[in-house]
């Protein structure tokens, strides 16, 4: 079975500040792919990331950057220069190959930018 | 262009009554989803259809049932609502099957059953 787990539960930062939110991953299985999801409060899913677990590099999409570790089982979201739009609540999820095609999900890390 | 559109997006009713959430997704894909986010914010698959199949039954009450109608619809009707179908209810839809497709998500539908 697969699991995903987001530990913290609620961040605040001051805006400008960097935060970085964890994820780790549990799944035997060695073909997986790993996702993250912004809910904003508007209440949509906006999808942001998808990495392959054969590719280990690090992803950066402007203030945004991904680090995946496989000896860890983690892809942590590094969120540069915070801005208030940023306050959101943050998913990871993680779908397998043998699991069909659904998306287990953390529990999500609220975000909160102090402006 | 909303890619899934999912309708309506609140919807209050009593427990009992028999309610439907309608979804649409203009972007070709081949695969439609419904997931269930509770008041704790996590979220559930319930079902998957590709081309009108259905591939996932994630153990959910039969008194919820998924109608495609074409592969790009994914209605979801629910029987006899209960106190403990109140959360959002959340169309996604991908291209094709497959772990690595990605999923993209209607603005979700807020059931309140009262």
């Known amino acids: 079975a697969q699991k995903v787990t987001q530990a913290q539960t609620e961040i605040s930062v001051v805006e400008k500040e960097d935060v970085t939110l964890d994820c780790v991953y549990e799944t035997r299985d060695t073909t997986y792919y790993l996702f993250w999801y912004k809910q904003p409060p508007s209440g949509e899913l906006v999808f942001l990331i998808r990495?392959?677990?054969?590719?280990?590099q690090n992803e950066i999409s402007g203030r945004y950057s991904w680090n995946f570790q496989k000896s860890t089982s983690s892809f942590n979201f590094t969120i540069t220069a915070s801005q208030v739009v940023d306050s959101a609540v943050y998913f990871c999820a993680l779908s397998v190959d043998f699991g069909n095609e659904k998306l287990t999900f953390g529990t999500g890390t609220r975000l909160t930018i102090i402006p | 262009d909303t890619a899934v559109s999912q309708t309506p997006k609140y919807l209050v009713t009593q427990m009992g009554n028999d309610k439907s959430i309608k979804c649409e997704q203009n972007?070709?894909?081949?695969?439609m989803y419904w997931y269930k986010q509770d008041s704790k914010k996590f979220l559930k698959i319930m079902f998957s259809?590709?081309?009108?199949?259905?591939?996932i039954n994630e153990t959910v009450p039969n008194r919820f049932s998924p109608k495609s109608p074409d592969k790009a619809h994914l209605n979801l009707h629910i029987n006899s609502l209960e106190l403990g179908d109140s959360a959002v209810y959340f169309c996604?839809?991908?291209?094709?099957?497959?772990?690595?497709?990605?999923?993209?998500f209607g603005a979700g539908t807020r059931l309140s059953v009262l």
């Open positions: 990495r392959n677990s054969f590719d280990e």
């Open positions: 972007l070709g894909h081949d695969t």
């Open positions: 259809y590709n081309n009108k199949e259905l591939i």
């Open positions: 996604a839809s991908s291209q094709g099957q497959g772990a690595k497709n990605i999923q993209y």
